[in-house]
């Protein structure tokens, strides 16, 4: 299954430059090693914003969470990085109620 709307997906800017590319917190540490080891960084952030884009439209759902805030979806696919690597990631979305559309909530590394 593909992920739902995924054609409306939206990647918060903020997701990109304080979370996946942050290397001042101890958690996202690690995140942002293995983006940046990919080609990523803050000037080109751009790019990172719209390749999990990419992962939405042609990923496949892998497991879908009932929460709270929302249902969010476990979706499995490539980034071909600025590096000119094509690195496997999983990637979170959540579709929040009040919203209707899929929003980012975050990546990493996923299989080899």
Partial sequence: M??????????????IIH??????????????????ELGYSVEN???????????AAGGMVVEIIETAFGVKFVVDGSLLTPGGISARVRTIWILE????????VTAYPHGV
């Fill in 97 to 104: 109620a009040e919203h209707g559309v899929p929003r980012f």
């Fill in 45 to 55: 952030g751009v790019q990172l914003k719209e390749d999990p884009l990419g992962v």
């Fill in 2 to 15: 593909k992920l739902p709307r995924n054609n409306e997906a939206i990647v918060p800017e903020s997701k």
């Fill in 19 to 36: 979370y996946l590319l942050s290397e001042a917190h101890p958690v996202r540490r690690a995140k942002a090693r293995f983006f940046k």
